[in-house]
Each structure stands twice: as structure tokens, then as C-alpha cells.
């Protein structure tokens, strides 16, 4: 059963502390896409790679947030330094054709 | 600016009952998407539309989509328990857009 792996499923930090989130995409997909949830915003996208190079990440708070893809089967989403606003629940999805993603459990932040 | 108003918000429903819930734009898009959330899990595609006035039914759920391609509807016949959940529309601006803009959902809860 294909899915997308996201971790740690559950995060809390304090404010400055660095946090880094980590998505396994389904094998063989080359689209991945960051999303942060809110009550509030709803989803937003946060950044979007395909086969591994970035080609949006406009989504994003430059200067805090970074997202990379080391390799095809790992793309990490990092907030440093973590601020209470940035509080959500961060979505990875992954697709071959853009706009078909399948979407992961999510891991719930909590910056305190 | 929110791009999609999805409506009722918050809906709660006997089962056995139908519904329809609405996703409403004042911009074109060239196709529309459908989700349902469940807690703690990320969103789950359950129809992308495509054509203006096209009709998709999914067992006991139909989906509409607008004939000027701006907005959709959801109509479940003889709502379920397993019915209850976030359903999100999403729309794509081009044929293969990455970029999907989420509506903020409706709340529907079935009690049995």
C-alpha cells in the first residue's frame, strides 16, 4: 500500500528552537509539495519540487523556512529559528501529474 | 484573498438525510477538485472535474461543476457516519497547474 510518509507525526518546541520535518514521497513519484494547514488560512502551499529541483517555493517565509530534497526518496521541510505563529499542521504530497497529489498524515507543530 | 468560499461551514446532518455543499469562485479555473479529510489524516482526492457543466458521481456522491467552470457542488445522497469530515474543493488555474488553490472546507458530521 503506496503512501506518503511524514515525520515525527507530532511536534512541540519552544519558540527559536530549530524543527525540522521529513516526508518520504511514494516510490517513483517526482512532484512534492509542502502545505501548511490552519484553522484560520485553510491549506496553503508552501513549496512544490519536481524531479528534486525546486520550481516554487514563493509560499514560503524566506527567512525562516528552507526546503530541500537530498534525494528521491526524502524531502525536508526546516523552520529555524520556530516562531508560535508558525503552529499548524505541515501536509507533504507527492504526484506524477501535478495537479493529482497525494497527500500524507501530516505533522501536527506546536511552537510554544 | 480567498479564492474559493466553500459553504455551509459547519454541517450536521442526521443519517439518512442528503446534503450539498458548495465551492464558489469568482475566477475560472480549468479543473476542480474534491477531498475529504478525516482527523488526523491528510486530504484524500475523491473527483477532479474538468468540463463546464460536467456531472461525476461517486456512489452516493455527485459532483457538479459550473458551466462557466467557476464554481461546484457536492450533493450526498442518504448521508452515512463514515460520510462525516473536512471536504475541500480545490481548483487548478491550467491544464496541469501545480498550483491548486484550496477552498477552507465544510465541517459535515453525520450522527447516526
Known amino acids: 500500500d503506496a503512501r506518503v510518509t511524514q515525520t515525527p507525526r507530532h511536534k512541540v518546541t519552544e519558540m527559536g528552537q530549530e524543527v525540522t520535518m521529513r516526508c518520504q514521497p511514494i516510490?517513483?513519484?517526482?512532484?512534492v509539495f509542502w502545505y501548511r494547514q490552519t484553522m484560520m488560512q485553510g491549506l496553503e502551499l508552501l513549496a512544490y519540487?519536481?524531479?528534486?529541483?525546486?520550481?516554487?517555493d514563493s509560499g514560503m517565509p524566506k527567512d525562516r523556512f528552507s526546503a530541500e530534497m537530498p534525494d528521491a526518496t526524502l524531502a525536508t521541510l526546516k523552520i529555524q529559528p520556530s516562531e508560535p505563529r508558525d503552529s499548524a499542521v505541515y501536509f507533504c504530497?507527492?504526484?506524477?501529474?501535478?495537479?493529482?497529489?497525494?497527500f500524507g498524515a501530516g505533522t501536527r507543530l506546536s511552537v510554544l | 484573498t480567498q479564492l474559493l468560499e466553500q459553504s455551509p461551514q459547519f454541517l450536521s446532518i442526521q443519517e439518512g438525510e442528503n446534503l450539498t455543499v458548495y465551492c464558489n469562485s469568482s475566477?475560472?479555473?480549468?479543473?476542480l477538485q474534491w477531498y475529504r479529510q478525516e482527523p488526523g489524516e491528510g486530504p484524500v482526492l475523491l473527483v477532479t472535474?474538468?468540463?463546464?457543466?460536467e456531472v461525476k458521481k461517486l456512489k452516493r456522491l455527485t459532483f457538479q461543476f459550473g458551466d462557466a467552470r467557476k464554481d461546484s457542488s457536492l450533493h450526498i445522497t442518504a448521508a452515512q457516519p463514515g460520510d462525516t469530515g473536512l471536504y475541500l474543493c480545490a481548483g487548478a488555474r491550467g491544464a496541469g497547474s501545480y498550483q491548486l488553490t484550496f477552498g477552507k472546507g465544510t465541517k459535515l458530521s453525520v450522527i447516526p
Open positions: 504530497a507527492s504526484g506524477l501529474i501535478e495537479n493529482i497529489q497525494y
Open positions: 472535474v474538468v468540463t463546464g457543466g
Open positions: 475566477s475560472v479555473f480549468s479543473s
Open positions: 516510490l517513483g513519484h517526482n512532484t
Open positions: 519540487f519536481r524531479n528534486r529541483a525546486p520550481l516554487d
